[in-house]
């Protein structure tokens, strides 16, 4: 991308990196709540390469995407000396194809808020689940409206990077309310021999709504599992959250995190309860019914009322239901072969408009 042609090596030589550090600290404890074990991981705008370094170093099979290449020529280098394989490309992932494909796929620092339409940041999604392995998950994070209309505003100059070589100021941001367009100013120096050496570059991100993000989600085929306003904490987002944090999976796909194995394990032994108390009831009945004199007169009947810790919201509680009703009938069956008169005079004392006889 333009815009990093000349501001590269003031990002690689800043406090920038230390964004991507965080997320790498933060990774394993997420990856650990969804269940999930990457092998291949593709890291989209990757920049410098500090996360994708500190995945390899882990021992991942790593792939790093940006459009920039300044920034991926600083990426490659520390690669080099973490000595550490990292595969770097130059993609701009509004058109990314790559044929490989990848168990986890992150996005940091806000890259996904320099899309400007709404079109070319659902046809990124698309083009992540189609690089998704089956269960593969991806991570991102974006800047919220608040973040670029109001905190952004609140600090109209401050000073990023101060070093005796280098000097970085953001300032002059503005944002317009129609487009949800922000645009900030980058003006850093870098000492030379006879002086310093100027350079200006204007950022602009869009902030999404919540809904936006959803929507250009599913039109990919990618499913939300959780939306976090802080990743460390792992809490909601709240209306003055500076960043979202999205985990998404591919439609289709599962991905067997703690609580939903917690699940699993609670129905299959709800399951197994239910066929033994299903059991020892069709036992119990079949001993009223072999214990009822063979008389023409009365026909075996059962209760069908509930029991006290019994509730017809619960699977069991239906089961048991179903199967009382069933011996019932065959109880009624069974007399109607026996004495057909005798059933009819039985039908014939029921009150209201239920006459089981002929």
Same mark, same amino acid.
């Given at each position: 991308?333009?815009?990093?042609?000349?501001?590269?090596?003031?990002?690689?030589?800043?406090?920038?990196?230390?964004?991507?550090?965080?997320?790498?600290?933060?990774?394993?404890?997420?990856?650990?709540?969804?269940?999930?074990?990457?092998?291949?991981?593709?890291?989209?705008?990757?920049?410098?390469?500090?996360?994708?370094?500190?995945?390899?170093?882990?021992?991942?099979?790593?792939?790093?995407?940006?459009?920039?290449?300044?920034?991926?020529?600083?990426?490659?280098?520390?690669?080099?000396?973490?000595?550490?394989?990292?595969?770097?490309?130059?993609?701009?992932?509004?058109?990314?194809?790559?044929?490989?494909?990848?168990?986890?796929?992150?996005?940091?620092?806000?890259?996904?808020?320099?899309?400007?339409?709404?079109?070319?940041?659902?046809?990124?999604?698309?083009?992540?689940?189609?690089v998704l392995n089956l269960g593969g998950l991806f991570i991102f994070d974006m800047n919220t409206i608040y973040t670029l209309a109001v905190f952004?505003?609140?600090?109209?100059?401050?000073?990023?990077?101060?070093?005796?070589?280098?000097?970085?100021?953001?300032?002059?941001?503005?944002?317009?309310?129609?487009?949800?367009?922000?645009?900030?100013?980058?003006?850093?120096?870098?000492r030379e021999s006879k002086g310093w050496r100027r350079m200006d570059e204007e950022h602009r991100e869009r902030g999404y709504t919540l809904s936006?993000?959803?929507?250009?989600?599913?039109?990919?085929?990618?499913?939300?599992?959780?939306?976090?306003?802080?990743?460390?904490?792992?809490?909601?987002?709240?209306?003055?959250?500076?960043?979202?944090f999205f985990i998404a999976r591919r439609r289709g796909t599962r991905v067997w995190n703690s609580e939903r194995i917690a699940r699993l394990i609670?129905?299959?032994?709800?399951?197994?309860?239910? %066929?033994?108390?299903?059991?020892?009831?069709?036992?119990?009945?079949? @001993? =009223? &019914? +072999?214990?009822?004199?063979? #008389?023409?007169? !009365?026909?075996?009947?059962?209760?069908?009322?509930?029991?006290?810790?019994?509730?017809?919201?619960?699977?069991?509680?239906?089961?048991?239901?179903?199967? %009382?009703?069933?011996?019932?009938?065959?109880?009624?069956?069974?007399? @109607? =072969? &026996? +004495?057909?008169?005798?059933? #009819?005079?039985? !039908?014939?004392?029921?009150?209201?408009?239920?006459?089981?006889?002929?």
């Amino acid at each position: 991308m333009a815009i990093y042609r000349e501001f590269a090596r003031f990002y690689a030589s800043g406090p920038y990196p230390e964004y991507s550090r965080r997320m790498a600290e933060l990774l394993p404890g997420v990856l650990e709540r969804f269940g999930a074990r990457p092998k291949a991981v593709l890291d989209l705008a990757c920049g410098e390469g500090t996360f994708a370094v500190i995945m390899a170093q882990r021992g991942l099979k790593v792939t790093g995407v940006d459009a920039s290449p300044e920034m991926l020529r600083f990426a490659r280098k520390k690669a080099e000396e973490a000595g550490v394989a990292v595969r770097f490309i130059e993609q701009d992932m509004r058109s990314l194809a790559l044929a490989e494909k990848f168990d986890l796929v992150t996005c940091w620092y806000d890259s996904l808020n320099y899309l400007l339409e709404y079109d070319e940041l659902a046809k990124t999604f698309s083009n992540v689940a189609q690089v998704l392995n089956l269960g593969g998950l991806f991570i991102f994070d974006m800047n919220t409206i608040y973040t670029l209309a109001v905190f952004w505003q609140q600090r109209p100059c401050h000073i990023e990077l101060d070093t005796p070589e280098m000097l970085v100021i953001h300032h002059n941001p503005c944002y317009d309310f129609e487009s949800n367009i922000a645009r900030l100013m980058i003006t850093a120096f870098e000492r030379e021999s006879k002086g310093w050496r100027r350079m200006d570059e204007e950022h602009r991100e869009r902030g999404y709504t919540l809904s936006q993000i959803r929507k250009a989600l599913s039109g990919a085929g990618l499913v939300e599992l959780v939306c976090y306003g802080n990743l460390r904490e792992m809490t909601e987002p709240k209306p003055d959250s500076g960043r979202v944090f999205f985990i998404a999976r591919r439609r289709g796909t599962r991905v067997w995190n703690s609580e939903r194995i917690a699940r699993l394990i609670y129905w299959s032994l709800w399951a197994s309860l239910t %066929r033994l108390t299903s059991a020892a009831t069709n036992s119990s009945l079949t @001993r =009223k &019914r +072999s214990s009822v004199p063979n #008389s023409k007169e !009365s026909p075996p009947s059962f209760s069908l009322s509930m029991s006290k810790t019994e509730s017809w919201d619960s699977p069991a509680s239906t089961v048991n239901g179903m199967a %009382r009703r069933s011996c019932f009938t065959a109880g009624l069956d069974r007399s @109607r =072969k &026996r +004495s057909k008169n005798g059933f #009819s005079r039985l !039908s014939s004392n029921m009150p209201g408009r239920v006459r089981l006889g002929s």
